[in-house]
């Protein structure tokens, strides 16, 4: 089960709430924040934009490929641990704007962890240590540490005592 807190709204869904979830400056500045780092391929300015505007925790030689998507509304609830690799166009969510409520959850991400290209994590999970997340993988669950996960929906591959026997 994802750790997300539910937020319940009335009337129409609740993505036309947003701007009494998040305000709107926040918003637009991480939004700028997001699109700069999406596009420079300076991996320490990444690192950097990410501590600095997003107040996001991300480790020490931790690396984000090009054009990776952070939740635009609450990047501040994404950690990432240290030398780890987040692959291209990956997208990390930290919120769901539903029909009746909205929820929202961290998404912490251990060190040593390599994400595949085109990935997309929903909010409140949690993937352990030396785990590999295969391409294309939609993470709706927590991934165990040195676990190889991959699929849609995800599955365990190998566990991290398979992976040592290989």
Not at 52 to 79: C, H, N, W, Y
Request: hydrophobic residues 45%; proline residues 5%; contains cysteine.
């Amino acid at each position: 089960m994802r750790r997300t807190v539910r937020y319940p709204v009335e009337g129409a869904n609740s993505l036309w709430h947003v701007y009494k979830t998040v305000p709107f400056l926040k918003v637009v500045k991480n939004f700028i924040v997001i699109q700069v780092a999406r596009y420079t391929p300076f991996l320490g300015m990444k690192s950097w934009l990410y501590r600095t505007f997003l107040r996001m925790k991300v480790g020490e030689q931790t690396s984000f490929a090009l054009m990776v998507m952070l939740d635009v509304m609450f990047p501040e609830k994404i950690s990432v641990g240290r030398n780890s690799v987040i692959g291209y166009n990956t997208t990390i969510l930290a919120h769901e704007y539903l029909i009746k409520e909205y929820r929202l959850g961290p998404v912490e991400i251990g060190s040593e962890v390599m994400i595949g290209a085109n990935c997309t994590l929903l909010p409140g999970i949690q993937i352990g240590d030396g785990a590999i997340v295969s391409a294309g993988t939609l993470v709706h669950k927590d991934v165990p540490p040195g676990a190889f996960v991959g699929g849609n929906p995800m599955r365990i591959i190998y566990t991290k005592e398979q992976m040592e026997q290989r």
